[in-house]
């Protein structure tokens, strides 16, 4: 089973470069997410969708975008990368987004911005 | 959201439980706690959740106060392989989006 998987897991940019982190589930998962871990910090949600052609913005939208075409993608793109963007990212997938919508957490793709 | 207070940092010894406690005195009655932990260099993974009334699983155990303000999570045997992050998060029955906080470091001593 794969689970959530998030390529690439190592990224390095230059500021103003343009890049999309991939991220697919194979559950069939009707909600799926993207956080940012910065050094020593919880996770802070950034985008959300509850299902294709839905999206919504979570706590740090600013300088990513999103869409959710199929139920099974979910790519994170970021605009014109800059410093602040230096993080870990994690994609997360749930099977509803009622009760008890247990999150399936990808593995992570760490991005520095020089 | 409604937010929730855990203690920065808590150590244990292997072979001995663990009781890590979580205070969220604003839940509101929707509330489920959920709880979930991240293994060094690895993305969180869920433990358990539970809504008014204490819950088991094959990882831990779940107490929840009377009142709901807070809670605990409980390792009933601590190993080497429990050293990890845990969040306490609160989450709406209807609503899809799980808020962390900082989490407790937990470790364990051989």
């Known amino acids: ?114 | 959201d409604a937010k929730t207070t855990q203690p920065n940092s808590m150590e244990s010894n292997e072979e001995e439980p663990v009781h890590l406690p979580c205070n969220h005195s604003t839940i509101s009655g929707t509330d489920y706690i959920h709880w979930y932990r991240q293994l060094p260099s690895q993305g969180p993974e869920y433990v358990i959740h539970g809504l008014t009334s204490n819950v088991n699983n094959r990882m831990a155990s779940l107490a929840i106060a009377e009142d709901r303000k807070s809670s605990t999570l409980i390792l009933h045997r601590a190993t080497l392989r429990d050293a990890a992050v845990y969040y306490c998060i609160l989450k709406e029955t209807s609503g899809s989006r799980l808020t962390f906080g900082e989490g407790t470091q937990l470790t364990v001593n051989p």
């Open chain 1, 1 to 114: 089973n794969a689970g959530v998987t998030q390529t690439p897991k190592f990224q390095v940019l230059k500021t103003g470069q343009s890049m999309t982190l991939q991220c697919a589930q194979d559950m069939n998962h009707e909600y799926m997410s993207w956080y940012r871990q910065d050094p020593g910090m919880g996770l802070r949600l950034i985008h959300y969708s509850v299902g294709a052609g839905i999206t919504d913005q979570g706590e740090v939208p600013n300088g990513y975008n999103v869409s959710r075409s199929t139920t099974e993608d979910f790519p994170l793109r970021l605009l014109s990368a800059a410093p602040s963007q230096t993080s870990v990212y994690f994609c997360a997938s749930s099977y509803s987004t009622g009760v008890p919508g247990e999150l399936f957490f990808g593995e992570g793709s760490r991005l520095t911005v020089l």
